[in-house]
């Protein structure tokens, strides 16, 4: 076990930021998906945009709760592994009752804050924290149970958007976040199976329950739902938006988008998504043109 670092308040307190992954926050973006569709047609823009930006600090601090408490709970694995040793909790830098104790603080803190959007944004970032905790307490270690939890946190950022800008949405909506979400989940460990067949890389145990074709079926079943659902979407959108033509053309850089991804997948270089797409420019481009598709059927 090795010693506690020395180097006072100021590294402790770096060493608690750097385990609140600050980075991770990109992920939560993902909050704005539901404004950004109903910006067009919605009457109250900068309502919607303040109950956005409140709900994207309010999950942020929420995750990073999560992160802390994972650490913590994996201190003894992770000092056991070549990277993972490098941890602030596992290298000694944040003692465990630290972790723990800013754990409460973050979580305290977003939940706090949420509620100057709606109490709805406070329930969902209860029941994401809840079941978050199940996940670093033991369901982790639970085949496709763990699939599903991870995919879950994606598909309640979209929620928590949402709830906190008082959004209705859409079936399909949900449909396209839910299976991108297990999509990437399920590509992210096959590239792990990938890895581990390829080096002797350690893994996590859960991983040693799956086959590699098993993954590639659940990726690929999820990818087949995902484009299907957002091209019924599209056509919904379409009706939304005067029948605009744009609406159907954002099938066109969606599609292709997702099987770029699936490229990176089935090589088994699937790692973080926010890593593939901050690296891959044709990816960073087919999505602004998505972007871009989606704004003219709203705006021309």
Known sequence: MPEPSSGGPVKLVRGVIKTARPKQWVKNVLVFAAPFFAFATATNRKEMLFAAIIAFIAFSLVASSVYLINDAVDVEADRQHPTKRNRPIAAGIVPVPVAYAAAVVFFGAGLGISFLASWQLAVVLGVYEAVQLGYCFGLKHQPVVDLAIVGSGFLMRSVAGGVAAGIAMSQWFLLVTAFGSLFMVAGKRYAEIMLFERTGAKIRSSLKKYSASYLRFVWATSAAILI?????????????????????????????????????????????????????????????????????????
């Open 228 to 300: 299907m659902s957002y091209c019924l979407w599209a056509f919904e959108l379409r009706e939304k938006a005067d029948n605009s033509v744009w609406a159907v053309v954002s099938m066109v850089p969606f599609v292709v988008a997702v099987l770029r991804y699936a490229v990176d997948v089935d090589s088994g270089n699937a790692g973080e998504p926010e890593e593939i797409a901050l690296r891959d420019r044709v990816l960073q481009v087919l999505g602004a043109t998505w972007v871009v598709t989606l704004f003219l059927s709203f705006y021309l």
